[in-house]
């Protein structure tokens, strides 16, 4: 988290509109020079968290530079059966996913005789399957191997040996049984071991349902596959938000105003897309703090729950052991001060020690 921007992959059967998505967000990309150690990849994008907050704050201090917490969104090559075997780009595209926070899972959710797809017939539920089961044979694959591999410790009795073979031996019927490795719970000595695994099926999904402007859409057609993918979110506490991507990328050069008026000529409601990028934010967990001034205003992504101390590393590594105290406003309070000196003078600045909990909308200054 302190040296890098959070990573969705962002993958699917083909023919669902993985890249069309893709481009689409990268019309949103942020400088990348602006993260430190960002990849450089023609399939990576370092996308802008969207917040209007940062953009106020920005203008309130005449900062000379904003810079949005961000997403960074990787395209993955299309997942085709038995990828878990190693079929297509199987070992490479598991290997990509491995690397990610969380899953963004395409699913196509219109019908389209001019667009192909892989089983002949468009079954959302059915195709989320077809790809859960291959991270899921992934992911029973590496169980077996650290089965064997801690076996030995395990007979010989050696004590975290024997915690992490009750984890695998609890993860391997339920992988089996169809079930992903977020069903199992781990209690605080098995989870730094299932941290270490990084399972496929570890990690938070959303489903992204792709729709067509002006297209046979399912929800629309209301045909009994729309009410049974709603069935499996429900059952199943799912994520998810609806994008049409193929619109978002037509959109994409397009100005504000321009955007709006085609969204309301076919039907479209908002910009899923953003919708997309908060949803990927909040699912993890995430919250955004600021720091602003003359020189930069920023956005902070951190994990909820973070003391003062730790979201400092979101900065520099070395604030959390320099720490001293931070001062910190909400940002609308410090707005609706009208400056930093009436703040201070009103007593709205508060100075915060090692135990205090960042919270999201802080504008936080770290003393160190």
């Known amino acids: 988290m302190s040296s890098r921007s959070l990573s969705i992959g962002i993958v ?80 490479k595209f598991l290997a990509n996913i491995r690397e990610t926070d969380a899953i963004a899972e395409v699913v196509r959710i219109f019908d389209d005789g001019g667009i192909i797809h892989v089983d002949g017939r468009v079954d959302p539920v059915k195709d989320i399957e077809a790809v859960n089961l291959e991270l899921i044979m992934a992911d029973l694959e590496t ?117 709006r008026e085609m969204r309301s000529g076919l039907g479209a409601k908002d910009d899923g897309v953003d919708g997309l990028i908060r949803k990927s934010h909040d699912m993890l967990g995430l919250i955004t703090f600021f720091t602003t001034g003359e020189d930069e205003t920023r956005g902070w992504t951190i994990h909820d729950g973070w003391t003062a101390p730790m979201a400092g590393m979101a900065i520099h590594t070395d604030f959390k052991d320099k720490f001293v105290r931070a001062e910190v406003i909400n940002w609308k309070t410090l707005l609706d001060a009208g400056s930093y000196a009436a703040a201070r003078e009103k007593g709205l600045i508060r100075t915060e020690g090692k135990e205090y909990v960042v919270k999201d909308g802080d504008v936080v200054e770290f003393k160190v």
């Open 143 to 259: 169980v077996d191997k650290r089965l064997a591999s801690v076996a030995k410790d395990a007979k010989a009795g050696k004590k975290e040996a024997r915690i992490e073979q009750g984890l695998l031996e609890r993860l391997k019927p339920s992988l089996e049984a169809g079930r992903p490795a977020s069903s199992v719970t781990a209690d605080e000595f098995e989870r730094p071991m299932l941290n270490r695994l990084c399972l496929l099926t570890s990690k938070r999904i959303l489903y992204v349902l792709n729709k067509k402007a002006g297209g046979a859409n399912l929800d629309e057609l209301r045909d009994g596959r729309w009410d049974k993918l709603m069935a499996f979110m429900k059952e199943n506490g799912a994520s998810w938000v609806a994008v049409d991507a193929g619109l978002e990328q037509e959109l994409k050069d397009m100005n504000d105003a321009d955007k």
């Open 12 to 91: 699917g059967l083909p023919n669902v509109g993985k890249s069309t998505l893709f481009n689409a967000l990268t019309r949103k990309s942020v400088l990348v020079a602006n993260y430190p150690f960002a990849t450089i990849d023609p399939s990576v994008g370092v996308v802008a968290l969207p917040d209007e907050r940062l953009r106020k704050l920005s203008e309130f201090s005449h900062s000379r530079k904003t810079v949005p917490a961000a997403v960074e969104f990787v395209d993955i090559a299309g997942l085709v059966k038995g990828a878990s075997q190693g079929q297509g780009l199987g070992n």
